[in-house]
Every structure is written in C-alpha cells, then in structure tokens.
C-alpha cells in the first residue's frame, strides 16, 4: 500500500498540491475489507471486532505525506467521527447484499459488499463497483 500512496503523493507534488483528503479508516470502521463479512448471525461480535481493529489501527499516509511537504487529511480518522462511527453504526448498516459492478461498464450483480452506509451517502457511477485493494486498483500487482 505504501508504494502506492507515495507514486500517489509524488505526483500530487508534482502537480503544486500542499494538501490532500485520504479515505484512512473508511475501510476499518464500515466494513469494506471482505475478511469483516462474517458474523452474519452475531452482529455483537463483529462490532466488537470492528471496534478493537480501530482503536488499534495505525497508518503511514501522514509520514509518507510529509516526504513530499504534503499535508495528508482524514476525515475518517477525526475522532468525533470514529466516536459517531463505532457508536451510530453496526453490521448491518455497513454490510449486505447490493447490486455491484465488477466493472463500470459490466451489468450489476448481486453481491456481498462492505462500506454500505459510504456508498449511500456518496453514491456515484463507482460507489457500486467491487471492492480492490488498492495495488489492484492502481496497477501495481503483478
């Protein structure tokens, strides 16, 4: 993920950027890894495993920021929003079932997907598209 961020921060230095909006935490506090799908019969127990990986998580988009004199924000990461966040939110606002494209141009199916209450509140031509790790996303993997 690093090596990502930071061709991400180079060429956002590149193009006079002093400040960039992140989406840290997003992914850890509603779901959006496919390893938090489970506990479909226990949502008390994928909160509390929701809850512990994010008053553990850590991240290196400030530091790799600071590299490229960049100021890295994120708003998930704010602590009223966390706070909102692991109070206001549960399983079953951050995972089901939803049409989802594999690709912007494939034909929606449905599909296990993560991050529900984001893709809601924002939705665009890409909030129903497949979750990939970013090194898919960015063409990194081999």
């Known amino acids: 993920n690093s090596l990502v961020i930071s061709a991400a921060f180079q060429e956002a230095q ?14 850890e ?12 019969d226990d949502p ?29 924000h994120g708003p998930f990461m704010e602590d009223d929003f ?9 399983r079953e606002d951050c995972i089901g079932e939803r049409p989802i494209k594999l690709t912007l141009e494939s034909e929606p199916l449905m599909h296990a997907v993560g991050k529900v209450v984001l893709r809601e509140a924002f939705e665009t031509c890409a909030s129903w598209r497949r979750k990939d790790p970013i090194e898919v996303g960015s063409g990194a993997t081999v």
């Open 82 to 90: 966390v706070k909102w966040a692991l109070q206001e939110t549960n």
């Open 44 to 72: 008390a127990k994928w909160k509390d495993k929701r809850d512990s990986m994010c008053q553990k998580w850590t991240f290196a988009t400030p530091t790799l920021a600071s590299f490229y004199n960049i100021k890295a």
């Open 14 to 27: 590149r193009l006079g950027m002093t400040h960039v909006v992140t989406g840290d935490g997003a992914d």
């Open 29 to 40: 506090l509603f779901g959006g890894y496919s390893f938090m799908w489970g506990s479909v």
